[in-house]
T-cell receptor, first 115, second 114 residues
Framework: NAGVTQTPKFQVLKTGQSMTLQCAQD?????MSWYRQDPGMGLRLIHY???????DQGEVPNGYNVSRSTTEDFPLRLLSAAPSQTSVYFC??????????????FGPGTRLTVL | AQTVTQSQPEMSVQEAETVTLSCTYD???????LFWYKQPPSRQMILVIR??????QNATENRFSVNFQKAAKSFSLKISDSQLGDAAMYFC???????????FGKGTKLSVKP
């Protein structure tokens, strides 16, 4: 298993540009999430999905769109990038059942810089 | 809303010594999970240890153990026999029983001196 994969690892954008951060998992997990990590802020939830076709907003959703057309993929779209979106982005997944072994698996992260 | 607080932005420990990282949380739920994650310079988020709120026994994983005080809403991480490889950011996280996502603290940067 590759686990949770994210592409790209690094990206530089200009203000106003759009892009999609890719996230895929091969563990057949129902839950997938996007977090952003900023210095001194920990990780904050952007959007999440409880299954294909179902998404919902997290703590900091503004400026981001998501969709979940398949179980495996959960892309994060920036429609018009702003410098405030400079951050490290993590995708995570976990099985759908809520049990003690219900651990979140994180991707390696994408470092995004918006100039 | 649930919150997680890590009051120590930075900590330092001598190699082979013991260090304790603090975490407090606020919740009205009675059933939840608590986690400590390690983030080395590689950025990878690594699960260190987890605790179920309904278990009174403190979780232990090799050199890592927790002191879980449910009434005080405290969840500290103790690292024994610290090693250079323990140097990293450590995040405390909370998950409610029926929630799918984690609520993180702001992190503690741990340095290990040789």
């Amino acid at each position: 298993n590759a686990g949770v994969t994210q592409t790209p690892k690094f990206q530089v954008l200009k203000t106003g540009q759009s892009m999609t951060l890719q996230c895929a998992q091969d563990m057949n997990h129902e839950y997938m999430s996007w977090y952003r990590q900023d210095p001194g802020m920990g990780l904050r939830l952007i959007h999440y999905s409880v299954g294909a076709g179902i998404t919902d907003q997290g703590e900091v959703p503004n400026g981001y769109n998501v969709s979940r057309s398949t179980t495996e993929d959960f892309p994060l779209r920036l429609l018009s990038a702003a410098p405030s979106q400079t951050s490290v982005y993590f995708c995570a997944s976990r099985p759908g059942t809520v049990t003690i072994t219900d651990t979140q698996y994180f991707g390696p992260g994408t470092r995004l810089t918006v100039l | 809303a649930q919150t997680v607080t890590q009051s120590q932005p930075e900590m330092s420990v001598q190699e082979a010594e013991t260090v304790t990282l603090s975490c407090t949380y606020d919740t009205s739920e009675s059933d939840y999970y608590l986690f400590w994650y390690k983030q080395p310079p590689s950025r990878q988020m690594i699960l260190v240890i987890r605790q179920e709120a309904y278990k009174q026994q403190n979780a232990t994983e090799n050199r890592f153990s927790v002191n879980f005080q449910k009434a005080a809403k405290s969840f500290s991480l103790k690292i024994s026999d610290s090693q250079l490889g323990d140097a990293a950011m450590y995040f405390c996280a909370y998950k409610g029983r029926s929630q799918g996502n984690l609520i993180f603290g702001k992190g503690t940067k741990l340095s290990v001196k040789p």
